[in-house]
């Protein structure tokens, strides 16, 4: 790879030379052996909550609770003790909690410079749990859409052959139980098919306001709960349309405000029931092992029991449900929508409170 031209350490020059690491989603900086920042990215700036401009020139070892340990380092990079050296370490920012990173240094080609990149550790473990989470999606998809062809072909004949069945036989006690059968296995056809939705709908781009998904899915919530149930508004207006399934998103929306309306039972009954569509923009923020400028926050929170331990961590997964008699199908296909649409959802739960956030990367 070749390296960025050197020739100047002004910051405004630096900042031409170094552009690509304002690419990345780690933290990097370019200091001196002296420890001088040259140097900062974005993701650095707004991990400190301090601004480039303040950051560069500054001493950057006084960013760390432990100074000393990136000073020794720096010394031994600029005698040539070592290439690259890691460490754990803890980062001052702006408000009072510093927080962990994994901190490589590392020698350049260029003399008298060396490149800090920061690894936020929380930050590490989220893109874990994100890859996880999108490879076991990939996974579900790829059982779903076998195991839903494997079931289609002998159920369409087990329906057939009870048909044929009742056709033959004259005692309505019997045909009780052919009717059973037929009935059996049009429920299950019906999960098949549900199954097979995404795999089959052509993926029908478009302009799409997400304050009007949400004013679609309010209308269709408040519409089954008349009663008890309170769906409040907290939209940041400036957000711009994108483009889009607007049908996929009212449906992965719906699926998610339907389980927590459902889950509302007891409070619809008490009268206190609340469910928030939130939305807002996220600024530099990091999912799906990439970095987006600008995304789509967009929260469906609500007041109730919140999920069940035994199932956190499985939510997402096929046929994993909540509730007695739930398909738990609902979320597995909001994420399927949501993933077709470069995005992803997350989950916070406790209880008296569920917030799930889809996020979605905006132009």
């Known amino acids: 790879m070749k390296k960025p031209d050197t020739t100047s350490h002004k910051p405004g020059s630096a900042a031409v030379r170094y552009h690509a690491f ?53 010394e031994g990079a600029g005698s040539n003790e070592f290439a690259a050296l890691r460490y754990d370490a803890w980062l001052k920012r702006a408000n009072p909690e510093p927080f962990p990173v994994h901190v490589v240094v590392a020698q350049t080609d260029v003399p008298g410079e060396v490149i800090v990149e920061l690894l936020p550790l929380e930050q590490q473990a989220k893109q874990d749990r994100e890859e996880r989470l999108m490879d076991q999606a990939q996974a579900n998809k790829e059982l779903i859409r076998n195991l839903a062809h494997e079931i289609k072909n002998p159920l369409g004949g087990i329906r057939g052959a009870a048909q044929l069945l009742e056709m033959e036989i004259e005692s309505k006690g019997l045909t009780e139980y052919t009717q059973v059968i037929i009935h059996e296995a049009d429920r299950l056809q019906t999960l098949v098919d549900r199954l097979l939705a995404p795999h089959r709908r052509p993926h029908l781009v478009g302009d799409v306001n997400i304050h009007e998904v949400c004013e679609r899915v309010r209308s269709l919530i408040l519409a089954e709960f008349p009663k008890g149930l309170k ?16 049908e996929q998103l009212i449906q992965a929306v719906l699926n998610i405000a339907h389980n927590a309306s459902q889950a509302l039972a007891e409070r619809v009954a008490a009268g206190d029931a609340q469910i928030i569509f939130k939305t807002r923009i996220a600024r530099q923020v990091t999912f799906g092992k990439q970095r987006y400028r600008l995304a789509l926050e967009l929260h469906v929170i609500d007041n109730g029991p919140g999920v069940p331990d035994s199932i956190k961590d499985r939510i997402f997964y096929p046929l994993v449900s909540g509730r007695e008699g739930g398909s738990g199908l609902g979320l597995t296909l909001a994420q399927t929508f949501v993933q077709q649409h470069h995005g992803l959802i997350e989950c916070d739960s406790g209880p008296g409170r569920t917030d799930f956030k889809i996020l979605i990367p905006l132009p």
């Open 22 to 74: 304002d690419l990345l989603a780690t933290l990097v900086a370019v200091v001196g052996n002296d420890g001088l920042v040259v140097f900062a990215n974005a993701a650095l700036e707004d991990a400190l909550g301090i601004s480039r401009r303040n950051i560069e020139g500054s001493q950057l070892p006084e960013c760390f609770t432990e100074p000393h340990i990136l000073r020794n380092a720096l």
């Open 231 to 246: 769906v409040t508004r907290d939209y940041d207006i400036s957000i711009p349309d994108f483009r889009g399934d607007r």
